[in-house]
């Protein structure tokens, strides 16, 4: 979800603590459930204030899978595979990419269409491609990019290339609930867009 979030045109947004999957303290009624004290530290008060527990606005999660103990930015940064690391690194290529962000959008047809969500955002020249698979098992995904002029398309996370054929049509296979971002590049193009 994060990752189709991040690939619409807009300013996405993030609810803080989403950054390190924080959880939520379903025994606070209504939205107060999602509004506990940012996890900044397995410190006392989660880091959040040297307030006594019981003077707090808002209870710590101090128990379960979503406790601070577990659950905090020191751990999430110390922690390659976290969803902080990824959350940073997607950021950057956002970045790089500003197509997703302010883009024209185009919603490419493609197989199996009950689970594969596939767009190209483009300003100009340049052309940025997602593809998301909304489904809890692997699929063979197909699209085309149509008559764009792209010889192949960069990996903007694995850096590896996909060829399309003549008829502008490419295939892979995408994980469970997997993503991919594409950096269509020109045919006759001498640089290459950082990544």
Request: contains cysteine; aromatic residues 8%; hydrophobic residues 35%.
């Amino acid at each position: 979800i994060y990752s189709a979030v991040l690939t619409m045109p807009g300013t996405p947004t993030l609810v803080y603590g989403e950054e390190i999957g924080m959880g939520d303290d379903l025994s606070m009624p209504g939205r107060n459930s999602v509004r506990t004290p940012m996890q900044w530290a397995d410190e006392p008060n989660a880091d959040f204030s040297s307030a006594p527990r019981e003077k707090l606005y808002r209870p710590i999660i101090n128990s379960g899978p979503f406790s601070y103990k577990k659950v905090n930015v020191p751990n999430q940064q110390r922690d390659e595979n976290s969803l902080l690391s990824w959350m940073i690194r997607a950021i950057r290529i956002r970045k790089e990419c500003p197509e997703f962000g302010r883009g024209e959008l185009e919603i490419l047809s493609g197989t199996p269409a009950d689970a594969l969500f596939c767009h190209i955002c483009e300003t100009g020249e340049e052309a940025v491609l997602a593809l998301h698979n909304f489904a809890s098992k692997e699929l063979e995904a197909e699209f085309n990019i149509g008559k764009r002029p792209a010889d192949h398309l960069i990996d903007l996370f694995r850096g590896t290339d996909l060829k399309p054929d003549k008829n502008g049509t490419c295939k892979l296979t995408l994980e469970g609930y997997g993503y991919r971002w594409f950096r269509l590049h020109r045919k006759n193009r001498t640089d290459t867009p950082a990544i």
